[in-house]
């Protein structure tokens, strides 16, 4: 007896639409487990992470707020996903977009600078973000290097340059020592939209992005070229298609709108820039790409409830000290079972009884 | 002469890590498995190693669950990448996502705890002799296991019938299924040393490079291993080179920021960061007539029936 896996004939509909559910279920089954290991109710946990956020006014705009970035990152790894380009440095462009914004915030601090100063932060963010992405992009493409590597050392690089300035020309005088900026001035700042809530305007700008993204893949050329560029590479070349140049776009769109988050984070729900602006927003909305199945609305769905688990995860953890990390166990558990439950939709498990052919597989 | 002496065993001693998770990680993508999963991997290793020589007291059981845990958690990319044919790229990605998670998870409880770190060899007389004495024989036992290890990879690859069947694999998986070779079965192996090797590199750092566990304590160092075997053009000779290499630049920029150098230390601890990207850069760009790697590396294979 043998569990084999067996090509489809065809893609399976019916998987594909069920398939994130069948995966949310089995990591809620899975953190349901983890949850009795380590002593905590499972009920009362699950209450406390999935419903209770979702019970109550400021906990719902918190779950937008967090939502933000991860949909408007994971709408340009999608494109770079799709194209099969692995940007996965999505974290170093959204902290090189809050650095490069908040160099404008931080110059024009205290003077009488008018209402054109969150518009150039926000314009400022998008292209350091693009040009920090253009760097491995570039690289792949002139010199062949690997863009999973040379994206992934660039956050680290982003990092370190955030906290240089944090802690060296940029320090708030009056910041008690600590490694932070002076509070932006109320130009410099994302306005909210509700009175005496956190909920901002980038959650607005977010929607648009969904919405330019879902026209992008859907109705253009440009779109269709991406798509064919990262499903059939030889049928794109015989076609016409400019891989190279593909990979450079979707890598700048992807570094302009994680660059984008980035400033509107800092401008937006934290108020100044400071290293830990990201609990790891670039990583997570690798997550929110795959399981929102690099489809702009299913992004929009996914990144919601990835934000619930953030929300959840904090409730958690001074309700029911739950460690913070659990959260990322899920999200890493979660992505997991994404991907397994994928690949259901171009296979199928079949047991087959031990023939001759297989028994001889040693050598 | 001493300063001398204690850069090049600090160079050694920052390098170990780097050379075990990248030996480890050449033997799978030798056998044409991609797994991008080693920083998680490591950093499990080093949760589960620090974890196992606190509550037993022994370096040697500390490195053995840092082993048994990166093996437990290749078998996960494993079950993914080869039993379910998923993208090889995302598994790995989802592994160390995983990863980071667990470590904190598991590693909670032990932060702010010490250990007795890894004993150095202490050789009477031999290990006294000035500047050669303690470089040679005085370093802990993974740095020559680390050595150990990638000389006999280097054997069972280039010496072995069972080198060539995993090179093989790697090389072309259709032709060495269609020769009888079980190629997810020795894919699996592969992987599994690999990560048994990242687990132990993740344990070097908590038993002898840092007496304490901190989580996120690998700080890329999985990727940089990654990094390493596209600079080995994954050969083991090569790895050893460009292991001791970064080693040595990371050690390279603390000493600078001890000598007070008026540079920000944030800008010289973002050097090795920096260097993997030029040397991958400059390696990639040095490699005419096609690229050395294993041409299945990262292909998803399904065998027919």
């Known amino acids: 007896m043998q569990l084999v896996l067996e090509k489809r004939a065809e893609r399976s509909r019916t998987v594909a639409l069920i398939s994130p559910l069948i995966a949310i279920g089995l990591t809620i089954v899975t953190m349901t487990i983890l949850f009795a290991v380590m002593g905590k109710n499972p009920i009362l946990a699950l209450y406390v992470y999935f419903i209770a956020p979702l019970a109550d006014g400021y906990s719902l705009q918190e779950i937008a707020v967090k939502a933000t970035p991860l949909v408007m990152i994971a709408i340009g790894l999608s494109l770079c996903y799709l194209a099969n380009a692995w940007n996965i440095g999505a974290e170093g462009q959204f902290l090189m977009g809050a650095v490069a914004g908040s160099w404008i915030a931080v110059k024009t601090q205290g003077t009488e600078a008018g209402h054109w100063v969150l518009p150039a932060m926000l314009l400022f963010g998008a292209i350091a973000g693009a040009l920090y992405a253009l760097i491995p992009a570039i690289c792949k493409v002139r010199f062949g290097a690997s863009e999973i590597l040379t994206s992934l050392m660039l956050v680290y690089v982003a990092d370190l340059l955030l906290d240089y300035l944090v802690r060296g020309p940029w320090r708030d005088p009056q910041g008690f020592n600590f490694p932070t900026t002076a509070e932006f001035d109320p130009v410099a700042t994302v306005p909210t939209l509700i009175e005496g809530g956190r909920l901002h305007l980038g959650s607005i700008l977010a929607l648009i992005v969904v919405a330019a993204g879902a026209v992008l893949l859907g109705k253009t050329i440009k779109g269709f070229e991406i798509r064919v560029v990262g499903a059939a590479p030889r049928a794109a070349r015989f076609g016409g298609f400019n891989a190279n140049q593909l990979i450079l776009l979707t890598f700048a769109i992807s570094g302009a709108l994680s660059g984008l988050a980035g400033i509107i984070e800092v401008a937006g729900p934290v108020g100044h820039l400071q290293p830990g602006i990201s609990p790891g927003y670039g990583f997570t909305a690798i997550i929110v790409a795959f399981l929102g199945r690099l489809n702009p609305v299913g992004i929009l769905i996914a990144g919601l409830f990835l934000a619930l688990t953030f929300i959840g995860g904090e409730q958690a953890q001074i309700a029911m000290k739950i460690p913070l990390d659990v959260t990322k166990v899920f999200q890493g558990v979660l992505l997991f079972y994404v991907l397994a439950c994928d690949s259901l939709i171009l296979y199928r498990f079949r047991i087959i009884s031990s023939s001759p052919q297989v028994a001889r597989g040693t050598h | ?305």
Do not use: K
């Open chain 2, 1 to 305: 002469m001493e300063l001398i002496e204690a850069i090049i065993l600090s160079v050694l001693a920052a390098s170990t890590p780097l050379l075990l998770a990248a030996t480890g990680e050449l033997v799978t993508e030798r056998s044409g498995v991609l797994n991008l999963g080693v920083e998680g991997m490591m950093i499990v290793g080093a949760a589960c190693g620090f974890g196992g020589a606190w509550l037993t007291g022994s370096i040697i059981v500390g490195a053995l669950c840092g082993m048994i845990a990166g093996t437990l958690m290749s078998l996960l990319f494993a079950g993914m990448a080869l039993g379910l044919a998923v993208n090889q790229v995302a598994t790995g990605l989802a592994l160390t996502i995983f990863g980071i998670g667990l470590s904190g998870l598991i590693g909670a409880g032990f932060v702010g705890e010490r250990i007795t770190p890894a004993p150095h060899l202490y050789i009477p007389f031999i290990t006294n002799i000035p500047l050669i004495g303690r470089i040679l024989f005085g370093e802990d036992g993974f740095v020559y296991l680390s050595l150990a290890l990638i000389a006999a990879v280097w054997w069972f690859l280039y010496r072995t019938r069972a080198g060539l069947i995993v090179r093989a694999c790697g090389d072309n998986h259709v032709s060495a299924h269609a020769l009888g070779y079980p190629v997810l079965r020795i894919r699996m192996y592969a992987v599994m040393f690999g990560g048994a090797c990242a687990g132990l590199a993740g344990a070097y750092l908590p038993l002898a490079y840092t007496p304490f566990f901190i989580p996120g304590m690998t700080a890329g160092r999985g990727w940089i291993a990654l990094a390493l075997t596209v600079f080995a053009s994954w050969r083991p000779g090569r790895l050893v080179i460009g292991a001791y290499l970064f080693g040595a630049v990371t050690i390279l920029q603390l000493h600078a920021q001890g000598a007070g150098i008026g540079i920000p230390s944030q800008f010289m601890s973002s050097l090795p960061y920096l260097a993997t990207v030029i040397v991958l850069v400059l390696l990639s760009r040095a490699r005419t007539g096609g690229s050395t790697a294993p041409a299945a590396l990262g292909t998803v294979f399904v065998p027919d029936r």
